[in-house]
């Protein structure tokens, strides 16, 4: 099978913990050596773990690994029960007899956080389900009760939302270049594709218009409710420095842009983290290393960039498209359709 995911860069697994009843899980990511980890956040209400040590100016940025979870910030609780499944296993940095992971990871406001309170063992089991096959995407792991266009309901107060879950994307460039991403998507705005056409989002609740823009919302009332999208980037690049690879997440971010309208809002938690394999240390042509001691040091880190960003807005293409429907009963009409059951008119 031709793997288009994050497993397909060497030394990197992922799991899922996947709870259909209970509409949330936990997904994870992780090294087989520790590697580089940066983070950018740019939603106004992000909630995340052990992150500081990602950001500018920081030295111990080389983890074991990162996850998703939902359930909001009680999801955070996933971290620890990673972390002790890490130490059983003997994963982490060796100080005598002392076994010391480096995790990190955010939550998304779910549906599950409508039905029961997240369970920390959700971050064990991701760990004990995750391999190197191509990941599976859709209604699983942290993705298996997210959903897309959160701003507006019914009158009634019926949920207009859709479903979505976790999406793949895999880009490659000459030389053996591989930059993959994965998402989690339960973002409040729509999800739109590059030619304007909404894939999904906040439908209308009358057949004359499919969908509703964040434009009109001021006629209905917006609910207390936070959204997130969760995107990881992996790339094989050695790109030497923590800033050159935030500067990667940075741009990265674009991808969200791109795909979800509007993002980034104050109740939106949407996190980019970014990790390398380090396997390839140069590869710029000859007349792309002219470029660089010319008048353009940072060359292979816009190519890199651009190419993230790409990759971050097609998994949320195929969050959308690999998601299946589910009944909620607050939800107009009790269904929360994917896109494949609610085709835009």
Same mark, same amino acid.
């Given at each position: 099978?031709?793997? +288009?995911?994050? *497993?397909?860069?060497?030394?990197?697994?992922?799991?899922? %913990?996947?709870?259909?009843?209970?509409?949330?899980?936990?997904?994870?990511?992780?090294?087989?050596?520790?590697?580089? @980890?940066? %983070? +950018?956040?740019?939603?106004?209400?992000?909630?995340?773990?052990?992150?500081?040590?990602?950001?500018?100016?920081?030295?111990?940025? !080389?983890?074991?690994?990162?996850?998703?979870?939902?359930?909001?910030?009680?999801?955070? @609780?996933?971290?620890?029960?990673?972390?002790?499944?890490?130490?059983?296993?003997?994963?982490?940095? +060796?100080?005598?007899?002392?076994?010391?992971?480096?995790?990190?990871?955010?939550?998304?406001?779910?549906?599950?956080? !409508?039905?029961?309170?997240?369970?920390?063992? !959700?971050?064990?089991?991701? #760990?004990?389900?995750?391999?190197?096959?191509?990941?599976?995407?859709? $209604?699983?792991?942290?993705?298996?009760?997210?959903?897309?266009?959160?701003?507006?309901?019914?009158?009634?107060?019926?949920?207009?939302? @859709?479903? *979505?879950?976790?999406?793949?994307?895999?880009?490659?460039?000459?030389?053996?270049?591989?930059?993959?991403?994965?998402?989690?998507?339960?973002?409040?705005? $729509?999800?739109?594709?590059?030619?304007? +056409?909404?894939?999904?989002?906040?439908?209308?609740?009358?057949?004359?218009?499919?969908?509703?823009?964040?434009?009109?919302?001021?006629?209905?009332? #917006?609910?207390?409710?936070?959204?997130?999208?969760?995107?990881?980037?992996?790339? $094989?690049?050695?790109?030497?420095?923590?800033?050159?690879?935030?500067?990667?997440?940075?741009?990265?971010?674009?991808?969200?842009?791109?795909?979800?309208?509007? #993002?980034?809002?104050? #109740?939106?938690?949407?996190?980019?983290?970014?990790?390398? *394999?380090?396997?390839?240390?140069?590869?710029?042509?000859?007349?792309?290393?002219?470029?660089?001691?010319?008048?353009?040091?940072?060359?292979?880190?816009?190519?890199?960039?651009?190419? &993230?960003?790409?990759?971050?807005?097609?998994?949320?293409?195929? &969050?959308?498209?690999? &998601?299946?429907?589910?009944?909620?009963? %607050?939800?107009?009409?009790?269904?929360?359709?994917? &896109?494949?059951? !609610?085709?835009?008119?």
């Amino acid at each position: 099978m031709d793997n +288009k995911t994050l *497993t397909a860069l060497k030394g990197v697994k992922v799991g899922h %913990s996947t709870h259909p009843d209970k509409l949330t899980g936990c997904t994870v990511i992780l090294f087989d050596k520790p590697l580089p @980890m940066v %983070s +950018k956040s740019y939603g106004g209400s992000p909630g995340t773990f052990n992150t500081d040590a990602l950001q500018n100016g920081k030295s111990d940025f !080389y983890g074991h690994g990162i996850f998703v979870a939902g359930g909001s910030w009680t999801g955070l @609780m996933a971290g620890g029960e990673i972390l002790n499944t890490l130490i059983d296993k003997g994963i982490g940095f +060796k100080s005598h007899d002392i076994i010391n992971p480096n995790i990190t990871g955010a939550v998304v406001y779910d549906l599950g956080t !409508y039905i029961e309170k997240f369970k920390p063992e !959700y971050g064990r089991e991701a #760990v004990e389900n995750a391999t190197y096959e191509p990941v599976r995407n859709g $209604n699983v792991g942290a993705g298996t009760g997210t959903k897309a266009g959160g701003f507006s309901f019914t009158k009634d107060v019926k949920r207009l939302s @859709m479903k *979505t879950g976790v999406g793949s994307s895999l880009i490659t460039l000459k030389g053996g270049i591989k930059i993959a991403a994965i998402s989690v998507v339960n973002c409040n705005g $729509n999800v739109v594709l590059p030619d304007g +056409k909404i894939l999904a989002g906040n439908r209308h609740d009358t057949n004359d218009f499919p969908f509703r823009t964040f434009e009109g919302v001021s006629d209905f009332l #917006v609910r207390d409710e936070m959204n997130t999208t969760i995107s990881i980037v992996g790339v $094989n690049i050695d790109l030497t420095t923590r800033e050159n690879y935030e500067q990667i997440a940075h741009v990265a971010s674009h991808g969200q842009i791109r795909a979800i309208n509007p #993002v980034n809002q104050s #109740v939106d938690g949407d996190t980019v983290f970014v990790f390398s *394999t380090e396997e390839i240390k140069d590869f710029l042509s000859p007349l792309g290393k002219t470029i660089v001691k010319n008048d353009w040091s940072k060359l292979s880190v816009d190519i890199v960039g651009q190419a &993230a960003a790409k990759a971050v807005q097609e998994s949320i293409y195929d &969050a959308c498209y690999k &998601a299946e429907s589910i009944e909620f009963e %607050s939800a107009y009409k009790g269904v929360i359709p994917s &896109a494949k059951d !609610y085709p835009s008119k």
